[in-house]
């Protein structure tokens, strides 16, 4: 049975008023990436996540494809 992905909003706007945004809302352009990824056990905390702009966002995940990480 596949892992229940952990999307509490509350969580969300706690990491990322912890990451320096005290609105707990990301500028426009910028999202929370997790380093370890949900669907593999990574959880939403302040160590595990960066902000990085969409574009990087994109880049870093078209990488863990190719190299056959996702």
């Known amino acids: 049975m596949a892992q229940k992905k952990e999307r509490d909003p509350k969580k969300i706007r706690k990491v990322i008023k ?3 945004h005290p609105s707990g809302k ?3 352009g910028k ?3 997790h380093v370890k990824p949900v669907a593999e056990g990574g959880k939403t905390t302040k160590k595990n996540t960066r902000v990085v ?3 990087k ?3 870093i995940h078209a990488n863990r494809r ?3 990480q996702i």
Do not use: E
Request: glycine share 12%; charged share 40%; hydrophobic share 15%.
């Open 31 to 33: 999202v929370l990436h």
């Open 18 to 20: 912890q990451k320096g």
């Open 66 to 68: 190719k190299k056959g």
């Open 26 to 28: 990301l500028p426009k």
């Open 57 to 59: 966002h994109k880049k």
């Open 53 to 55: 702009s969409k574009t």
